[in-house]
């Protein structure tokens, strides 16, 4: 193998590592978005749930993934917020 083989070599291989890269990113994103989905469904159906029910959801909720970056896990506090709300009211209105 001469040296002109060995970078074309060298080029190829490294362009496959990219597509592998980039192809991980993209599968990664793909379930990142899946996950958050199951979730973000629920929002309107909040105001109807159990406290056991809600009291599950904010358990899933609160344990993303690893591969979660800081802003995705950021977009979850809403819903966390919502959910403890309404965990909250269950429990007020148990005592009216």
């Given at each position: 193998?001469?040296?002109?083989?060995?970078?074309?070599?060298?080029?190829?291989?490294?362009?496959?590592?990219?597509?592998?890269?980039?192809?991980?990113?993209e599968?990664?994103?793909?379930?990142?978005?899946?996950?958050?989905?199951?979730?973000?469904?629920?929002?309107?159906?909040?105001?109807?749930?159990?406290?056991?029910?809600?009291?599950?959801?904010?358990?899933?909720?609160?344990?993303?993934?690893?591969?979660?970056?800081?802003?995705?896990?950021?977009?979850?506090?809403?819903?966390?917020?919502a959910?403890?709300?309404?965990?909250?009211?269950?429990?007020?209105?148990?005592?009216?």
């Amino acid at each position: 193998m001469d040296y002109a083989d060995k970078l074309t070599l060298d080029g190829l291989s490294l362009m496959v590592k990219k597509r592998l890269e980039d192809l991980s990113k993209e599968r990664q994103q793909k379930q990142i978005i899946e996950w958050k989905q199951r979730f973000f469904q629920e929002v309107d159906k909040i105001a109807f749930l159990s406290q056991h029910e809600a009291r599950g959801l904010l358990k899933e909720i609160s344990n993303p993934p690893d591969y979660f970056s800081v802003d995705d896990v950021n977009e979850l506090e809403s819903m966390k917020a919502a959910l403890l709300t309404r965990i909250d009211g269950i429990s007020l209105d148990r005592y009216q």
